[in-house]
């Protein structure tokens, strides 16, 4: 038997984060993982997604050397290189983490974990079973791929996230079904190494959880690149043959069919709730997970649950670990709440895109007097050099104190730039602060003050409005 103040069932981002976090709060803390230190973020999502979108950059980079002054000759790209710089990133990430827990004083179980009361764990291990007592007990045990009920979603030439970064060869064409971060990113990667991508979302828009805007830029670039997009429009059947399939929609302009040799389903993810014995303790997840309240407490005392387990919060690794610090504070009598009006969402295709708070039809709906500015990257001097000018910065502003509330952007490194906003609308900041805040020049983020000057309509390097 193994006692300890905190048991953690998973080690991804929110799991191994608390682990960490208790640690250094001077708890002694069990952390049970069943597959994978670092969760599917860092073996399977995230973190592998990055290192192979990198990989497309640079291609695509290459072929644009010219441009640039340099000569590189006959450009091209190696699959298997491709896969292996994903692994040693993976590896490395992940032996990281190992190290961090190891160091930490975090005792790593490798099993299956399951409740025998509230606060009493049942693991199945390799070579027998152990049990684990626990003061409180968190659950972080992440999320899988989303089944729908499509006809034919289950046959052969079907893959789901997991499988399409494990693929020794690239398909020649591929449909994906899902317009959300992962559909667009996958997008991305495949039709930068030339492999001809249908791209299929049942909403009107793509990213349609994010600010408009960026779902009409991203259709418009990615459109310009050579990606099929089909918004509005639902997938219907797949007929599979020997080497690919059949992708029967139903859209806008009525039934089409589109010949592909593989399918990515990117429809969305269900919590892992299956297993965990959640029955013993009385708890009923709903299929959005399980119940907490802003402290990430369950309805029974002393558990906790985290990350896309979770009900509350989107499913995305940052909110994770921020929810897993705030269980573990609050688990060991620290003052922690879990605050959800600055998380930043981040999409990783070619261009980013990215936004944090209001968008402009959540803020109109609150009721707010909107005042809105957007500062396209065309007028963006970096942008400009890096021949990268796709893409714009969007300011979503209160009209009557000018107080922020979301920035959203398309381009070159959105995913950095929405740090400011992050940042500007926890310390509640106003239109004029990010005026006066001396951007450096030149650099992207000058984008950011000229969309907060556009939306009182004196941005500067913009023609002046008539």
């Given at each position: 038997?193994i ?7 998973g080690?991804g981002?929110?799991?191994y984060v ?21 969760g599917?973020?860092?073996n399977w999502?995230c973190?592998p997604?990055?290192a192979?979108l990198?990989?497309?950059?640079v291609?695509?980079?290459a072929?644009?050397?010219d441009?640039?002054?340099?000569t590189?000759?006959q450009v ?46 049942t ?13 409180k007990?968190?659950i972080a ?9 499509i ?6 030439h079907?893959?789901d996230s997991?499988?399409?970064i ?7 064409s591929i449909?994906?079904i899902?317009?959300?971060a992962?559909g667009l ?13 249908t791209l299929v979302?049942m909403l ?5 959880l994010m600010?408009?805007?960026?779902g009409?830029?991203l ?22 043959g ?11 302009d ?5 010949e ?5 389903s990117?429809?969305?993810?269900a ?8 029955e013993?303790?009385g708890?009923?997840p ?5 119940q ?18 979770a ?19 609050d688990a ?5 709440v ?13 261009p ?10 959540q803020?109109?709906?609150a009721?707010?007097e909107?005042?809105?500015?957007i ?9 400009v050099?890096m ?5 714009f ?8 104190h ?5 920035l959203h952007?398309?381009?070159?490194h959105?995913s ?47 023609p002046?409005?008539?």
């Amino acid at each position: 038997m193994i006692r300890a103040d905190i048991a953690i069932i998973g080690a991804g981002p929110g799991g191994y984060v608390a682990a960490l976090r208790a640690s250094q709060l001077g708890a002694k803390v069990v952390c049970i993982e069943k597959q994978w230190i670092g969760g599917v973020c860092l073996n399977w999502g995230c973190v592998p997604t990055k290192a192979m979108l990198r990989c497309a950059e640079v291609y695509a980079l290459a072929q644009k050397a010219d441009q640039f002054g340099v000569t590189v000759g006959q450009v091209g790209f190696d699959w298997a290189k491709v896969q292996q710089h994903k692994e040693r990133v993976v590896q490395q990430m992940t032996g990281g983490v190992s190290m961090l827990l190891r160091r930490g004083g975090v005792q790593v179980l490798m099993g299956e974990a399951s409740f025998a009361r509230a606060n009493t764990l049942t693991v199945r291990l390799a070579d027998g079973r152990e049990t684990v007592v626990a003061d409180k007990i968190l659950i972080a045990t992440g999320s899988r791929p989303l089944q729908v009920p499509i006809p034919g979603l289950d046959g052969p030439h079907v893959l789901d996230s997991q499988d399409v970064i494990a693929l020794q060869s690239l398909p020649e064409s591929i449909c994906i079904i899902g317009g959300g971060a992962i559909g667009l990113e996958f997008g991305s990667l495949f039709n930068t190494f030339g492999v001809q991508v249908t791209l299929v979302e049942m909403l009107p828009r793509l990213a349609p959880l994010m600010d408009a805007s960026i779902g009409d830029g991203l259709a418009w670039t990615l459109g310009n690149e050579g990606i099929a997009i089909k918004t509005g429009t639902r997938v219907t059947r797949i007929e599979h043959g020997a080497s690919g399939c059949t992708v029967e929609m139903a859209g806008p302009d009525g039934e089409s069919k589109v010949e592909v040799e593989k399918v990515l389903s990117a429809i969305g993810r269900a919590p892992n709730v299956e297993g965990l014995g959640l029955e013993v303790l009385g708890i009923h997840p709903t299929r959005k997970g399980i119940q907490v309240d802003n402290r990430m407490r369950t309805a029974v005392p002393g558990v906790y649950a985290i990350g896309d387990v979770a009900a509350d919060g989107p499913m995305l690794a940052h909110v994770a670990s921020h929810q897993g610090i705030v269980a573990v504070e609050d688990a060991l009598g620290h003052p922690a709440v879990m605050d959800y009006a600055a998380v930043p969402s981040c999409i990783f295709s070619l261009p980013e895109a990215a936004g944090v708070g209001l968008t402009e039809e959540q803020a109109r709906e609150a009721g707010y007097e909107v005042q809105v500015g957007i500062f396209g990257l065309a007028n963006n001097g970096k942008a400009v050099a890096m021949k990268e000018t796709d893409g714009f910065v969007k300011v979503v502003s209160e009209a009557q104190h000018g107080a922020l509330l979301g920035l959203h952007a398309v381009g070159p490194h959105a995913s950095d730039l929405i740090l400011e906003g992050t940042l500007g609308l926890n310390l509640e900041v106003t239109l004029e602060e990010l005026d006066h805040t001396i951007h450096p020049h030149p650099t992207l983020g000058e984008a950011i003050a000229e969309a907060a000057l556009a939306a009182r309509r004196r941005a500067l390097h913009l023609p002046r409005p008539s």
